[in-house]
């Protein structure tokens, strides 16, 4: 007598449809975990250039240079205020941001004294707007005591800045045709990242009094 064997397997319509179910899972997965990094970086972003602005407003009293664009990075690495994940080995003037962005730290407008340092972050062939985002809505966080928030681009054919906008700080801002930080709305952010994801290189440039 002919034992019967129950049949076991898969058919190949339904063997498809797993390794669809699969397929769009995957997809999903690697979407979820895309922008879960974005966000990490846009938050570590966030939490290094705000710590160095908070080193610099700690220690502005001692930026009492009397030259032109006096590297700052290499004095802050000295005094171990600079993230490790941010320093390059044998580059002493520039920090890379989460997302590779370059960042200088420099003094500016010494007659003869310093009176202002920036913190200038250089984002090259920008095509993220949430980059751009976070930057400006993070100046307007120390509006209270950033003097201001410059924003530059040009092309790599071209050393002179196409575009360029300044926003103030609360203190500095009550003069004509100077608009506030604070003011500041999304759709006024948008329209200016739109100018930015045109260019080759954009320049946010934080620029803070030493003797405020």
Sequence with gaps: MRKKYNQIGRSMVEMLGVLAIIGVLSVGGITGYSKAMEKYKLNKQTEQLSHLYDVFIRYKAEWKFDEQHVQIVPYFKKMGEIPEEMIVENDDTILYDAFGNEVYIVTNNCT?????????????KVRNFEICHNIVNLAKQYSDTVHSLYVGKHTADSASEQFGI??????YCGGANQTCLKDVDNDTIAEMCEFCTDSTICRFRFEAYIDD
């Design 166 to 171: 300044r926003w103030y700080g609360n203190k």
């Design 112 to 124: 003869p004294i310093c009176k202002t340092v920036l913190i200038s972050v250089r984002l090259s």
